[in-house]
């Protein structure tokens, strides 16, 4: 798509160390470099930097994961200068934390602002809903998923004309199953010290944090295995992002069930994709809805059948019983049922579901078609405003 001659786009964003909303972030900058514009992100950094900046888009640093209300102010204030030094075309705030200080100096500098809305937030006072609601005042917000959108109209008085549903991109190129080699498979299977004993491996792709559930999954496996069932082994792959009390209650529960070597922790991935292929089905049993979910879409688009919490944007990701199951949230019980049925149903029929679930994350969830919405997202607010 072609962009306005000397289009610069700044994205804001609290740290760029893993998740869907930083991955998004460096998506969008690249594709903004690849159609001839500049790509600025002002974030606190992380490990996600690197490729960034590899990419050609440029960071700058400074402390926008803050909710200090001076800090705040004074990133504000860096972000005004930033704007008229770069002259910057629009601004895109992906949190609401930094959506403040981007938010009033987008306005201090008659600059467009966008936001997107990444995530269900929670607001049982008025004072959460107007922290929440600084992701709507600007000329447009982007919804990651029908779900969020109809959450947010029901939660905020916003035009409905002023919204738009872009859903996650994932990189089609990256989670190809016919680019994985099978070395790679192998290095990491040696990397997380897993035998070749025929058992059925399942991974839970995310944060160690509690709204990822899985201390249900521990509870679940507990139950299979009280019936007899060793069969199987599930994988964590997330980090604990300094979480370490949660993840030694994790870790705690692990021992407790005596499920040592039937659920195991393994930390930070860096090849989701030779993990996804390591596995034989993933699972996501998150307590909290994910507005999105890309660990349901990823491992679809590598060929695998996903095992999900029945709410949030999974349930329109997942087609219950044709490209996995939807589980009832939070429920062991349902859970432990859930796993048996998917290792029951045996690696031909998950092949079969897995081969619909490739097709559809291919037709509805690339990076490219993400990109391209949010690039006719920014010219139309251009327009707009002219």
Sequence with gaps: MALPPDFTLLQVIPELETGGAEQTTIDVAQAVVRAGGTALVATRGGRMTARLEADGARLTQMPVQTKNPLVMLGNAARLVALIRQE??????????????????????????????????????????????????RGDLVIANSDYTRDHVLAQHQVDPGRMVTIPRGVDLDRFDPSFVTPNRVDALREAWGLPHDGRTRIVLAGRLTRIKGHLTVVEAASRLVQAGRRDFQILFAGDDQGRTGYAAEVQGAIDAAGLADVVKIVGHCDDMPAAY???????????????????AVEPQAMGRTVIAANHGGVTETVLDGKTGWLTAVGDADAWAEAIARAIDVGPRRRQEMGELGRRRARQLYSVGAMCAATLAAYERVLEARA
Aim: glycine letters at 4%.
């Design 277 to 295: 292929l390591l596995a034989d089905f993933a699972i996501l049993p998150t307590i909290v809805p994910e507005s999105f979910g890309r660990a």
């Design 87 to 136: 002259k910057v075309s629009i601004v895109h705030a992906r949190s609401r934390a930094p959506a403040f200080s981007a938010l009033w100096a987008a306005k201090a500098t008659g600059t467009p602002f966008v936001a997107t809305y990444h995530g269900v937030y929670k607001a049982q006072t008025a004072l959460k809903r107007w922290y929440n609601a600084v992701m709507t």
